[in-house]
């Protein structure tokens, strides 16, 4: 089945020691985003790349980081994550093929110790 | 600023009663809104959006511009419909498709 994929599922992380979050697809989908959901709050989203152009949202604090190598991968780098980064991070793929419909996979639980 | 407020954190009923989720939105432009649910242990997935005018599962919903509501309706709920509701609102309408969700409505269908 084409999904999205994302991996690890569960990542625990020390305070302001780099973490790497990935997500991977096979919708061949041109827009990939990456959301943060924190515990009882709405996702939001962080930033997304159309194709291979990135789009930060404003208030993305720098300390998130994305990188897309190709059209089936996009990671989220957290470079220096404090005890407010714990949270459900989700990534969402999308395309114009299908009305721009948000397909999103499973989600990673970021716990930071 | 764009918002989306889903008033009820929990909504709770009966098996074969109404169901109505709350949203409401903050946009001054046309907005495109969805509804999207979360079942346990699964991912977040499109319900329905506005602008296709369907019935997905028994579920409606209709676009209120004058309200600026976007309440999601089922006439006789089933246990099966217990899950996460989001409400998000899509401000580049017909671009790239950037949601900004509603805090999410838990619906409880007790048997």
């Known amino acids: 089945d084409a999904m999205v994929i994302q991996n690890p599922r569960y990542q625990v992380t020390q305070f302001g020691k780099p973490v790497t979050l990935s997500c991977s697809q096979t919708?061949?989908?041109?827009?990939m985003y990456w959301y943060q959901q924190k515990s009882s709050q709405a996702p939001k989203l962080l930033f997304h790349?159309?194709?291979?152009?990135?789009?930060n949202e404003a208030d993305t604090p720098d300390n998130f980081q994305s990188r897309r190598p190709n059209t089936s991968f996009c990671f989220l780098d957290i470079r220096s994550p404090g005890l407010g980064d714990a949270a459900m991070y989700l990534c969402?793929?999308?395309?114009?093929?299908?009305?721009?419909?948000?397909?999103f996979g499973p989600g990673t639980r970021l716990t930071v110790t | 600023a764009q918002r989306v407020t889903q008033p009820e954190k929990l909504l709770s009923v009966f098996k074969g009663a109404p169901v109505e989720l709350k949203c409401n939105y903050s946009?001054?432009?046309?907005?495109?809104l969805f509804w999207y649910v979360q079942y346990s242990r699964q991912r977040l997935q499109l319900l329905l959006r506005?602008?296709s005018r369907e019935s997905i599962k028994g579920f409606t919903a209709d676009l209120n511009k004058g309200e600026t509501s976007f309440h999601l309706k089922k006439p006789f709920a089933q246990e099966e419909d217990s899950a996460m509701y989001y409400c998000?609102?899509?401000?580049?309408?017909?671009?790239?498709?950037?949601?900004?969700f509603g805090k999410g409505t838990k619906l409880s269908v007790k048997p």
């Open positions: 969402a793929t999308s395309s114009h093929r299908e009305s721009y419909e948000q397909y």
């Open positions: 919708l061949n989908h041109n827009v």
């Open positions: 790349y159309y194709d291979k152009d990135f789009n």
């Open positions: 946009y001054s432009g046309s907005p495109e």
């Open positions: 506005h602008i």
């Open positions: 998000a609102l899509s401000f580049t309408y017909g671009s790239q498709g950037n949601l900004i």
